[in-house]
T-cell receptor, first 113, second 112 residues
Framework: NAGVMQNPRHLVRRRGQEARLRCSPMKGHSHVYWYRQLPEEGLKFMVYLQKENIIDESGMPKERFSAEFPKEGPSILRIQQVVRGDSAAYFC???????????FGQGTRLTVV | GNSVTQMEGPVTLSEEAFLTINCTYTATGYPSLFWYVQYPGEGLQLLLK?????DKGSNKGFEATYRKETTSFHLEKGSVQVSDSAVYFC???????????FGRGTSLIVHP
């Protein structure tokens, strides 16, 4: 059973470009979470999704950021018109349901130049 | 609201020293508690967990006991190794909730 798969592992974008981060949850997991980790800071919750639904996006910036988890395929975190402040590690986690631990992917490290 | 507070890092130890990383929490209900470890350049891995008061989670020589009276879940290890150098995150998950709440993480550096 493969773990949570994120790609790419490293992504470099110029200011103003779009960044697309992909996350395939563990088999059998229908809950996906996205977190952002800035250098020297902890994990900041961004968004929680179940298949085809956004359940909680309270941690997501209102502009430029969006997330989806379609019926088929991976979850996507999309950042439009990236700025230098978006440079961070973005982690995806998945779980099979409530009250169970989340399993993390290895992250995508976004660098905006 | 729910929150997790961890001791500030970095914690710097010599090999074979005793480790304690403090974690306290505030929660509106009765959470499950977790410790995750993040090695350099990697994602978080679950290290141990406890789901109710007085439970002790343990793994790879690490232990933590769920103390309801002090709302704490301190991580301990009797003899650390250089390979334990990593960032350690304490987290809670309320019953009926889906979203874990994480502390800021504590960096551990172990010298030979």
């Amino acid at each position: 059973n493969a773990g949570v798969m994120q790609n790419p592992r490293h992504l470099v974008r110029r200011r103003g470009q779009e960044a697309r981060l992909r996350c395939s949850p563990m088999k059998g997991h229908s809950h996906v979470y996205w977190y952002r980790q800035l250098p020297e800071e902890g994990l900041k919750f961004m968004v929680y999704l179940q298949k085809e639904n956004i359940i909680d996006e309270s941690g997501m910036p209102k502009e430029r950021f969006s997330a989806e988890f379609p019926k088929e395929g991976p979850s996507i975190l999309r950042i439009q018109q990236v700025v230098r402040g978006d440079s961070a590690a973005y982690f995806c986690a998945s779980s099979p349901g409530a009250e169970t631990e989340a399993f993390f992917g290895q992250g995508t490290r976004l660098t905006v130049v | 609201g729910n929150s997790v507070t961890q001791m500030e890092g970095p914690v710097t130890l010599s090999e074979e020293a005793f480790l304690t990383i403090n974690c306290t929490y505030t929660a509106t209900g009765y959470p499950s508690l977790f410790w995750y470890v993040q090695y350099p350049g990697e994602g978080l891995q679950l290290l141990l967990k406890a789901t109710k008061a007085d439970d002790k989670g343990s793994n790879k020589g690490f232990e933590a006991t769920y103390r309801k009276e002090t709302t704490s879940f301190h991580l301990e290890k009797g003899s650390v190794q250089v390979s334990d150098s990593a960032v350690y995150f304490c987290a809670l998950l309320l019953r009926g909730s889906y979203i874990p709440t994480f502390g800021r993480g504590t960096s551990l550096i172990v010298h030979p």
